[in-house]
């Protein structure tokens, strides 16, 4: 036979609970308890808050710049409650618009808001919590990601490696090479690609000629799927079966979560100047926590006094985050050099001792050179 | 506070060394393999990963008859993906492990530039002191004969420029399985290079395992006159020319430096302060070089003990010529550091 055809692909959309409230019931099964949801819609509307501060502390000129999740909670909710209740032994190898699947998996909430204040100790994770510091350039983490879970079927754990990124990271080559790498060596992994529309000021066409991003993975052998992003129900379900899967079949998932970003890239962008607002309009009526809040309501679980309740609750834990991260002490110059190395060699010894790099040092004002007082 | 190492514990390491003297004579590729065979013997968490390292044997023949001994589990062979074993390797880094990881050439290493310059030097101080990155990067620097532009790298003046790096590059295999032991067992990344035109030169390698400790010189000969100061294959030149003045009457201190990053100032010192006179030898590009490095401590701290300005023989500022004359012409060699020690004996 001359001519045949040599591969068919399919990419299966997923949508549960739709953006009126409304679940379908069938798809439900087996995925989120009525405690499981109301958990997910307090939790998303602590990290609201926190990003509504955050945003203020910026524009206040107490942080140096920080990136808004606003609109996108819902996948990150749904996939770090899935590892939550795997007793957070999954690595998380995040960007920097998953703040929720963090938090839930144990990174203190003070230690985004160090990071952005400009402060190292906010990517110091704390022991015993399997999660990366933020990547901060796009798409250089899938690798490490890729990297915890050859390390975990190399030691035979039961753990999975975790990459979020965006879309605009499907761009880079380090990405496909990580997406690679696990469906080369069947690795444990899952690639969590928050599709926002937008990569900066740069839409999704701009970015590539797939008609998704999901189908991307399937020249990696990935298992790959698309879902509502704004949706905790489908984005729980289709990531848990991808922890699944990669434990299980050691194949990699590649998820495309929907969703929309309906804040500015960071605070040092102004998406006004490059978008319509009739889109982000739209959007907004697709708001993860609007949609949640409606099926609560609609099943008696949730009122105006608990919602009261809610919202007093997330003031309080931010405003104790925000005074914690802020209350910690400044770093010394000096202590720039200690984490250069496990072990410090003599030149850096010396250079600490003496606080001088160079012939001047860091405080040339209160130095001499050639026994001449300088001046600052 | 850091831990630190103290100058007094170096000199305890470097007097507890075996004997470079005797017969047990191995090619240098033999030395790298037997000191990485013996850690993973003893280390479960290391593991050798790149292009052809299990299979194959390695493209240099390294890793032969790694596979045989320890399996495709702990040797094993990537696509060609160099950014993507390097990312790999610092996620494996940062679970526990302790990745070997082969570039079948350090000119490969340039499309994994993200990786291994701004992820794997960086993370210890990124993650404010949670994480290092004990990785192993190693396999073939510098012009290995016709290989053209693209394939005959000497990365080390460019990535001894990142804070946060260790370099070493051996000259012999003695040094070559001391420093390897040295690399594994390092809480920080390594990258650790060898030059493809020595990997079958010979010599004495103790069965035992010993590690040679990072930035310390090795003085592989004794003069009055001029201090050579080179690392990895240009020693040989260094000795070549040290021979051939040495029968002139004129006699060279000359330095191995073995690391690079730490670069053992202190030794250079020393010696100058009895030659007064030092010509660096480095086959990578003159332009902020490690010669060029070597030169400026010397500027600063020694400039006292200087008898004539310091001299330094690098490669042309070219592209590294595919014609073998051309090629020939562009490295340094001992005739080039002969006109440099006579230069500054004026």
Known sequence: MPKRTAYTAKIEHYQILDENGELDTRLAKNTLTDEDVVFLYEQMSISRHYDEIAFKLQRSGRMGTYPQNKGQEAGPAAAGLVMKQRGSVDWIAPCYRENLALFLNGLPMESILLHWMGDERGNKIPDGVNILPMAIPIGTHPLHAVGLGWSAKYKEEDRVGVAFFGDGATSEGDV??????????????????????WAISVPSSTQTASETFAQKGLAYGHHCVQVDGN?????YKIFKEAIDRARMEHKPTFIEALTYRLGDHTTADDARRYRDQAEVDEWAKKDPLIRTRKYLENKGLWDDDRQAQIEAKAKEIVSRVVKNAEGIEKPKTSDFFDDMFAVLPDELVRQRETMRTSVLGQRPQTETLAGQPQHA | ?????????????????????????????????????????????????????????????????????????????????????????????????????????????????????????????MSGGQWGCPVVFRGNDGPGGQLGSTHSWSVEALYSNVPGLKIAIPSNPYDAKGLMHTAIRDDDPVFYLESERILADKGHVPEEAYAIPFGRANRTREGEDCTLVSFGRPVHFCEQAADMLAEEGITCDVLDMRTVRPLDSEAIFDSLKKTNRIVVVDQSWPFGGVASEVISQVCEKAFDHLDHQPLRVNSDDVPTPYAKNLEQAFLPNADKIIAAVKKTLG
Not at chain 1, 176 to 197: D, I, R, S, T, Y
Not at chain 2, 80 to 87: K, M
Not at chain 2, 104 to 117: H, K, P, T, Y
């Open chain 1, 231 to 235: 949706d905790i129900f489908a984005c």
């Open chain 2, 1 to 125: 506070m850091p831990t630190t190492l103290e100058h007094a514990d170096l000199d305890a390491m470097i007097a507890d060394l075996p004997s470079r003297e005797g017969d047990r004579v191995i090619q240098l590729r033999e030395a790298i393999r037997e000191a990485m065979a013996h850690e993973m013997r003893q280390d479960k968490r290391v593991f050798l990963m790149g292009e052809e390292v299990a299979y194959y044997n390695g493209a240099y023949k390294v890793s032969e008859g790694m596979l045989d001994e320890f399996g495709p589990e702990r040797i094993i062979d990537t696509p060609i993906s160099e950014n993507g074993f390097a990312g790999l390797a610092v996620g494996a880094a940062m679970y526990g492990l302790r990745p070997i990881i082969e570039f079948m050439s350090w000119s490969f290493s340039l499309v994994a530039a993200d990786q291994i310059l701004n992820n794997v030097p960086k993370m210890l101080y």
């Open chain 1, 176 to 197: 496909h090479e990580a997406m690679n790498f696990a469906g080369a060596l069947k690795l444990p992994c899952v690639f969590f690609c928050q599709n926002n529309k």
